[in-house]
């Protein structure tokens, strides 16, 4: 497991490891997904011994004193992966998370 690394580095590993996913592992059928099911399912499957990609590490990630849900910190870089037309999402009423509902290869 790697120590703590900053932001500059982690930011780019993270989206390189989404990109992996959408090509090489996330399906139409797998849509929509839960954020939760993109992180168990998918992204942390690119962690390694040498390196573990950690949300608490990036960017996207939100400073508060609770103990914040991993889908939180997915949500802000679902918004940044949206605005560069990745992928479209919703929010379901009732549910305070995004689920992507499209992803544009």
């Not at 120590?3 to 780019?12: F, K, L, N, Y």
């Not at 139409?28 to 950690?54: A, G, I, Q, V």
């Not at 996207?60 to 870089?77: C, Q, T, Y």
Request: hydrophobic share 40%; with cysteine; proline share 4%.
């Amino acid at each position: 497991m790697t120590a703590s690394v900053s932001a500059e580095e982690m930011d780019p590993r993270m989206i390189e490891a989404f990109f992996r996913c959408i090509v090489e592992s996330i399906a139409t059928e797998d849509l929509p997904l839960e954020p939760s099911d993109l992180w168990k399912d998918h992204l942390s499957l690119y962690s390694d011994k040498d390196f573990k990609l950690d949300f608490k590490q990036t960017s996207w990630k939100r400073v508060s004193r609770i103990n914040i849900l991993i889908f939180i910190k997915i949500g802000k870089f679902l918004e940044v992966m949206h605005k560069r037309g990745v992928v479209d999402y919703t929010e379901p009423k009732g549910i305070n998370h995004k689920v992507i509902t499209r992803i544009h290869k």
